[in-house]
């Protein structure tokens, strides 16, 4: 175990070095995730990558170990900003909080591409995105068309200040409100892990009977939701959100109706491809939407969505 | 040398009357009785747990009487906190001292109090350091008012004790057992002090064990037994076994003296034992049936040549034998392996797990002998062997399972001394063995070791009080400042000779 | 109690109530009184289906509370508790899914690998002289490292193993006695509590423990090998991290890597509150399982009762304050 250990810190060591801008000549872009250990930051670093051999670029993919670490994430961007790089991609924490590092950035002349969850002020060229709110509003409509548009359900979101977790809640729960007068929503809660989710989807099962729906906001909240519909044997309609394999194998089998997947990878790819063309002095629009789909057993094979989930 | 002022206001400045306090299950004081004047020092005696500091804590406010008055300048006082206590000019000073080890003597001092500039929001450092200084400059001590108190020696340290208690405007101060960790010239130099506080009118109750020290310093003598008040005498007039024998209830009698190294075959031998200049090239060697004396002074290297040879401290050097096999001793569990056992002076910390059960305490050392398959214990076997003990050594306690906190200090001590004796010790060090002992409780630990050394373990007994180290020890060594200065034998040892060996410097010794 | 002789005190005769029956008592007339007011007070609370989800909401804290339940009494913490838990589920994950052995490789692997960190964390507190905080300040750091490293921060699926999913769930109960369905995992945590009930009051490791607890000084001067001792209590520690482990990701059906920070303060939590002291010496595993129940009892009560989660975590603050406060009252009045 030791020499692993060695061996692994000394690869990552020279693997950091070796991305490290060198060489001035290099063109080089920091992209900042929000973290890196869930398989949606992956997918979208696969993206980048593929992307930034594409235009011949260099980039590091970094992130905090968790999502609620703002300041963690905040030291990386001055970090990589005292790098001087020709250009920044950042997926901020908080929309807010992080403005005054970005603006060091802009002022040193780097550009610089939102992605993911946008920052409120006019310094990103561009952000490149999951419109949220009409996502979570496709999750709803899947779901409330599988109930018969009547009923009770109810939702576990993972979170209850990113901006993520508030446009996934308000997205659903406004298109429930505006187009399907005859379901309510009994209960919003919170989880921000599976074990958690799963404890939490059970309990809300056990306050109500009659429920005939479940939405749930990101892939931790997914696969508490398929435990726990596993666990209690319960027929009701489940929808998710994102990919990963407990999700879509229960997507598969039919044990959830469905789900609602990001293009993580073209989130990936639209940040270095914004970012090159920045360099080469095109304008870029203000958002992109880089799409969403709804995906359930019978078109998760299909070639277009099979290349945006992942594992 | 002594001065006994007899112009005293015979007004008492304090006076607790008929005082009655209960803790649950015991009775700690009935109809206790205690007047203080001005400018007097009054020793209250009584064996451990008669209920003197009990009283003293009445007094100060810590605890509330469940009957009596406290009267202070002739009025009716409720003294509901030490606060309050120390506002009306009542102080205590603690056998263990209650001072902040990182903060500066004057910082002490002041604590809670401290002087304030800058609209209040800062401590006035000069002025605490100047207010300090002049309570030092009215004690006639050398004292940095700057000076962190945990670099102090403990008398140092006492010394900021009485400087805090008189910084109160102090005009009755309570002195706990004051010079049980100070050595002669300390004492001297406290009894100075003590003197020049009484001539300022300050009365002083003085709580002892220490006859002499009474006979030298009190004007009057108030004895307890039993949280009672027994007597309250002239200390001028008083012969100090009256005194005892109060103090007991009954009189003590003589005790027979023992002499010779024994017969017996050598079973340890310690040579050239050095560590730094605490332990100096230390040589002895103990026999089988035989008790071995350790005399000396505060410091003199005691106790740390006990616990080199315990191996619960490193040596730069020296060579250990037992029953004359060199060995290498590097922690309690080598030495314990080889029937070496250390009773510390301080039970509590090292000596019991105080708190878990009697039985527990008896077998710890043994534990593993008491298992099966070397991880279940034979709870059962462990039970018996411990009720065997209780019995043998007449532990006093109501059951095998009473947790040890709970037993009087003798009893801890032979629960101690029990949890060697499974272990199959045969070479027992004794560090104070009657530390915190009734002196009834005393006599008998006297008489348990004597039985122990006839039944044919080799035990050394380190006491700093001489009476203790006469009565028990066939040879006397004296050690003073890390070296022995002298061997003697116990029939023909005296007070004097031992005190002679252990004020014998190094610069006198040349 | 107020008998006034100068007789020895003799506490053991004041009645069946000693201070320790009564804090478990207190704790578990607690449990009751919040079983019986979300009975009240939150509908399709009280059914047997209800309990089943809580014994299994139980299972995991229960298990990890009972690993740092012997650290506490040993006078130590062990904050590592959590993510060592994750990384031994990592490890059942690359023994069973990498590396492709039968279940038993995975099951024994990941507690032996749990042991051996804790020993380690042991030996960083016994031979270093680290204080257990920083030590398993450290080890929840590395452990929580390693899982993300040992699994290239990806979830391990236990899917070429499905006998994996009944470690925790589904009910060999059920097959014994038709109709009582507990869960595979509320076993295993019963199983942890019974096991380690009997090694702290009946093996010599136990004993040494509250030894420890109590006074680490007096114990080495009887000659016990302490630094030993501690060692082994943290292996202990450990190696029940790895039940946790094998627990948390049974349930999942996945190793997920990036989980288990802040599971050790609810284990510590679930400690505490069952009367175990943070200051060594005192405390037992019963206790332990009421905290947690206590904990998952309040957790599952107030999310049928519909009570946002951010007053779910408020009212477990208070509750843990106030059994140590009560704690201390008893203590007081003993």
């Not at chain 2, 306090?21 to 007097?40: I, Y």
């Not at chain 2, 009267?71 to 902040?100: K, N, T, W």
């Not at chain 3, 039940?243 to 802040?262: D, E, F, K, T, Y």
């Amino acid at each position: 175990m030791k020499k692993t250990l060695i061996a692994s810190v000394v690869a990552l060591a020279s693997t950091t070095m070796l991305c490290a801008p060198a060489m001035a000549q290099e063109t080089y872009f920091p992209i900042i995730a929000k973290g890196f250990s869930h398989q949606f930051w992956q997918a979208v670093k696969l993206g980048a990558e593929s992307a930034a051999e594409r235009n011949g670029v260099s980039i590091t993919f970094e992130g905090p170990n968790t999502e609620a670490e703002i300041d963690k994430q905040t030291d990386i961007l001055n970090a990589a900003i005292a790098k001087k790089p020709q250009g920044l991609g950042f997926a901020a924490l908080d929309s807010q909080a992080q403005v005054p590092a970005l603006q060091k950035a802009a002022d040193a002349g780097i550009p610089i591409v939102a992605f993911d969850s946008g920052v409120e002020s006019d310094l990103p060229l561009t952000t490149c995105t999951t419109d949220n709110m009409a996502a979570a509003a496709a999750g709803a409509d899947g779901l409330a068309k599988a109930i018969g548009e009547e009923g009770e359900v109810a939702a576990v979101i993972h979170d209850q200040t990113s901006a993520t977790g508030i446009g996934r809640r308000d997205g659903f729960l406004n298109r429930l409100a505006e187009a399907y007068p005859n379901i309510t929503v009994v209960d919003v809660q919170y989880a921000n892990d599976a074990l958690k989710a799963t404890e939490t989807i059970k309990a809300i099962l056990q306050a109500h009977p009659n429920l005939k729906g479940i939405f749930a906001s990101n892939e931790g909240a997914a696969i508490g939701l398929a435990v726990a519909l596993k666990e209690t044997g319960s027929g009701i309609v489940g929808v998710g959100f994102d990919s990963g394999k407990t999700q879509k194998d229960a997507v598969r089998a039919g044990e959830l109706l469905g789900s609602i997947t990001q293009n993580p990878v073209g989130i990936g790819e639209c940040v270095v491809d914004s970012l090159a063309k920045a360099l080469a002095g095109e304008t870029l629009p203000t958002t992109i939407d880089t799409g969403f789909y709804w995906y359930d057993a019978t078109n998760m094979d299909s070639p277009e969505i099979a290349a945006v989930l992942y594992d | 040398m002594n001065v006994h002022d007899h112009s005293l206001d015979p007004k008492p400045v304090v006076e607790l009357l008929g005082i009655e306090k209960s803790f649950p299950g015991v009775r700690a004081l009935h109809n206790a009785h205690f007047d203080l004047r001005r400018g007097e020092v009054h020793a209250l005696m009584g064996e451990n747990g008669a209920g003197k500091s009990t009283l003293m804590k009445v007094l100060t406010g810590v605890y509330q009487p469940d009957a009596g008055e406290i009267r202070v300048d002739d009025a009716v006082v409720a003294m509901h906190s030490p606060q309050l206590a120390q506002g009306m000019g009542i102080s205590i000073i603690h056998q263990e001292l209650f001072l902040m080890n990182h903060l500066t003597a004057a910082q002490n001092i002041f604590i809670g109090r401290e002087p304030r500039r800058g609209m209040g929001l800062f401590v006035d450092e000069a002025k605490m350091k100047a207010d300090a200084a002049a309570i030092f400059r009215r004690m006639k001590v050398d004292i940095d008012p700057a000076g962190e108190v945990g670099e102090m020696t403990v008398a140092r340290q006492q010394l900021v004790e009485i400087a805090k208690a008189l910084s109160y405007e102090a005009r009755v101060l309570v002195m706990d057992e004051p010079t049980s960790a100070l050595n002669g010239t300390e004492v001297e130099h406290l009894f100075e002090i003590i003197r020049d506080l009484k001539a300022q009118g300050v009365g002083i109750v003085y709580i002892t064990h220490k006859m002499d020290e009474v006979k030298r310093i009190a004007d009057r003598i108030t004895v307890m037994r039993d949280g009672e008040f027994i007597e309250t005498l002239p200390a001028a007039e008083t012969p100090m076994s009256t005194v005892i024998s109060l103090m007991v209830g009954r009189e003590l009698t003589d005790h027979t003296r023992a002499s010779g190294a024994g017969a017996g075959e050598e079973v340890l031998r310690v040579s050239g034992l050095n560590r730094g200049s605490i332990i100096r090239d230390v040589s002895f060697a103990l026999r089988k049936g035989e008790i071995l004396g350790f005399a000396g002074l505060m410091g003199a290297g005691r106790t740390e040549v006990a616990r080199a040879v315990f191996g619960a401290d490193p040596v730069d050097a020296g060579e250990i034998r037992v029953h004359g096999k060199p060995c290498r001793i590097a922690s309690p569990r080598d030495a314990v392996a080889r029937g070496i056992a250390y009773l510390s002076e301080d039970r509590k910390h090292f000596g019991l797990v105080t708190g878990m059960s009697v039985r527990d305490n008896i077998t710890m050392a043994s534990w593993t002998r008491f298992t099966q398959n070397r991880i279940w214990m034979k709870d059962g076997a462990l039970a018996e062997v411990a009720k065997e003990y209780v019995a043998r050594l007449k532990v006093k306690t109501p059951t095998i399972a009473q947790e040890t906190r709970l037993l009087s200090g003798g009893n801890q001590q032979k629960v101690v001394i029990a949890k060697w004796l499974l272990r199959d010790c045969d070479i027992l060090i004794f560090d104070e063995p009657t530390r915190g002992i009734d002196v009834g409780a005393k006599s008998e630990i006297y008489e348990m070791l004597k039985e122990l050394a006839r039944q044919g373990k080799a035990i050394i007994v380190i006491s700093s009080e001489l009476e203790e180290i006469l009565r028990l020890s066939q040879r006397i060594l004296v050690m003073c400042e890390g070296r022995i200065t002298g061997e003697i034998d116990g029939a023909t040892a005296t007070q004097e000779s031992i005190m002679t060996l252990a004020t014998q410097r190094d610069s006198e010794a040349a | 109690m107020t008998e006034t002789t100068l007789a020895p005190a003799a506490p053991e005769k004041t009645g069946f109530l000693t201070v320790a029956t009564l804090q478990k008592a207190v704790a578990f007339v607690v449990l009751i009184l919040l079983l019986g007011f979300f009975s009240l007070f939150a509908p399709n609370f009280a059914q047997w289906s209800n309990m089943v989800n809580i014994m299994q909401a139980t299972a995991v804290n229960g298990v990890l509370g009972v690993a740092v339940t012997f650290v506490i009494i040993s006078a130590g913490i062990d904050l590592s508790v959590g993510t060592m838990m994750t990384l031994t589920a990592v490890i059942a994950g690359l023994i069973l899914t990498n590396a492709g052995l039968p279940l038993p490789f995975g099951v024994v692997g990941a507690m032996l690998f749990g042991g051996f960190m804790g020993a380690i964390s042991g030996a960083c507190i016994a031979k270093l002289k680290i204080p257990p905080f920083i030590a398993t300040l450290g080890m929840m750091q590395i452990a929580r490292g390693l899982a993300l490293v040992f699994s290239g921060a990806k979830p391990i699926y236990f899917n070429d193993t499905p006998s994996y999913y009944y470690i925790s769930s589904g009910s060999v109960i059920t097959r014994l006695i038709p109709g009582l369905e507990v869960p595979n995992g509320v076993l295993v945590m019963f199983g942890v509590a019974i096991a380690a009930a009997v090694i702290l009051n009946r093996s010599i490791l136990g004993r040494y423990i509250f030894a420890l607890g109590s006074n680490e000084e007096a114990a080495r001067l009887s000659g016990v090998n302490v630094d030993m001792w501690k060692i082994v209590t943290y292996g202990l520690s450990g190696l029940i991290c790895g039940v946790g482990g094998l627990l948390i990701s049974s349930r999942l059906n996945s190793a997920q890597p990036a989980l288990g920070l802040g599971y050790e303060l609810d284990a510590i939590a679930a400690a505490v509150i069952g009367g175990t002291s943070l200051s060594g010496g005192r405390g037992t595993i019963l206790g332990t399982i009421i905290g947690a129940f206590i904990m998952s009892v309040l957790t599952n009560g107030l999310r049928v009762m519909g009570v946002q989660e951010e007053w779910k975590i408020v009212i477990t603050g208070i509750i843990i304050i106030a059994a140590v406060y009560v704690d201390t009252v008893l203590r007081k009045k003993a």
